[in-house]
């Protein structure tokens, strides 16, 4: 079935990493995908990851994908404020015309 | 670059009404997706179209219904509007490619208010 979860809330530090993690149960899954949500605006594609991929590196953010556990997670090196936002991790069901199914977010509070 | 389009950005209605809200996806996409964000929720899945045919069904209600037109802009009709669909609805764009993922990219949403 279709499921995406995620855990609810987050709270670092400044300069801090954060790591956000996801689990999902559709094995055929080929693309994972992490959006960002700030308070009353869109959601902004951050990055994708490809299920043969392990990893994926992009600036302060690195995706690291365990198929064989189906866990996502999402790391932000050295967190600021503006960072401070509602995480989505979700995934692209194939033989659903990629329609996205979305985990519940991640709320990220970064404090000085 | 060119994002996706959405009117209105806010919309507020009373219980029973009709609304309409419109996408216009990123130049040269073909495929466009609406989702519903109920308060607190997170994006879930109503209807697609690629090449001005739907594509896919999710949760969409019967009172609602949606088509994409030859310039490939989108459009959802909202009827009978009940209290519970007040949400931000999304629409994303993508292109469609064989072989790779066609990213969604998102518009701001709608914002819809009924009363």
């Known amino acids: 079935g279709e499921d995406v979860e995620q855990s609810l809330f987050l709270s670092v530090r400044e300069g801090d990493s954060s790591v956000i993690n996801c689990t999902y149960t559709?094995?055929?899954?080929?693309?994972l995908y992490w959006y960002k949500q700030e308070p009353g605006a869109g959601l902004q594609l951050l990055t994708y990851i490809f299920s043969n991929m392990d990893m994926k590196q992009d600036q302060r953010l690195t995706v690291l994908l365990n198929k064989k556990d189906k866990h996502l997670s999402l790391r932000i090196a050295d967190t600021q404020t503006g960072d401070s936002a509602i995480y989505f991790c979700a995934e692209s069901i194939p033989g659903g015309y990629n329609k996205l199914i979305f985990g519940a977010g991640t709320r990220l509070a970064v404090h000085p | 670059a060119a994002g996706v389009i959405q009117s209105p950005r806010h919309l507020i209605k009373e219980k029973r009404e009709t609304a309409t809200l419109k996408c216009y996806p990123i130049p040269r996409h073909d495929t466009v997706y609406w989702y519903q964000q109920g308060p607190g929720q997170d994006p879930q899945f109503l209807i697609s179209?690629?090449?001005?045919?739907?594509?896919d069904k999710g949760s969409i209600p019967d009172r609602f219904s949606a088509q994409q037109f030859s310039d490939y802009h989108s459009e959802l009709n909202m009827s009978s509007l009940e209290l519970g669909d007040s949400a931000l609805y999304f629409c994303a764009s993508s292109l469609r490619l064989s072989g790779s993922t066609d990213t969604q990219y998102f518009g701001p949403g709608t914002r819809l208010t009924v009363l």
């Open positions: 179209f690629y090449e001005k045919m739907q594509s």
């Open positions: 559709d094995s055929s899954s080929t693309y």
